[in-house]
């Protein structure tokens, strides 16, 4: 089966750093996704990692490990607009589409 | 560049009834996938449609059905509507079923009562 896990709600300081982390458990993995979605809108894509490591790309960072199963992802300088729901999402076959979702982290930021 | 479209933005359907819900994938995408999305959830996937045929498809039952045309905008139809299929229902364009990159579009909110 297919089990993601993420924290359900968050909450930071204007300009600090937060980290969002998320442990999946899936039969077969090929990479690993995470998306913002603000209320009412269409997930955004962030980032894509399918080997281990540190993907940096300007503000957001998202690491891999795949011996543990943990993705995160690191969001620096936040900024009101930050303010939305982070979605980890894992494609477990080739099909991109075919991707199991997260529930996603709530992140508020305070001023 | 037209991003990918959905139609309708939202809709307010009876327990019993049929839906069709529309879209339109990116320029230059052919791949379209279908979520649901319910409140406070992850979206969940439906299916996908390649060339015409559905290529994947998740845990939904038979009422959930699709289609997609040679200009590569399908469609998702639910009968029988149930309150549970209350839900924001996203679809997905990427070239290819293989690639990483997939562009959601706005969805549409299905209210059902």
């Known amino acids: 089966g297919q089990n993601i896990d993420q924290p359900t709600e968050m909450t930071a300081t204007e300009g600090a750093i937060v980290q969002i982390n998320c442990t999946y458990q899936?039969?077969?993995?090929?990479?690993l996704f995470w998306y913002q979605q603000h209320a009412g809108e269409a997930p955004t894509f962030l980032s894509y990692n399918v080997l281990d490591g540190l993907e940096e790309k300007g503000r957001f960072s998202s690491f891999l490990s795949r011996s543990k199963g943990y993705s995160y992802l690191l969001l620096k300088e936040l900024q009101m607009k930050d303010s939305a729901s982070y979605l980890c999402a894992v494609r477990s076959n080739t099909n991109a589409g075919k991707s199991t979702f997260g529930d996603g982290t709530t992140l508020t930021v305070k001023p | 560049d037209a991003g990918v479209t959905q139609s309708p933005t939202h809709l307010i359907k009876t327990r019993g009834q049929q839906v069709t819900l529309r879209c339109s994938p990116k320029s230059g995408h052919d791949t379209v996938s279908w979520y649901q999305q319910a409140l406070g959830q992850g979206p969940q996937f439906i299916f996908q449609?390649?060339?015409?045929?559905?290529?994947q498809r998740g845990n939904f039952p038979d009422r959930f059905s699709g289609h997609q045309f040679p200009n590569y905008s399908s469609e998702l139809n639910v009968n029988a509507l149930l309150l549970g299929d209350s839900a924001l229902y996203l679809c997905a364009s990427s070239f290819g079923t293989t690639s990483y990159e997939q562009y959601f579009g706005p969805g549409t909110r299905l209210t059902v009562t």
């Open positions: 449609y390649y060339e015409e045929e559905e290529r």
């Open positions: 899936t039969s077969g993995f090929n990479g």
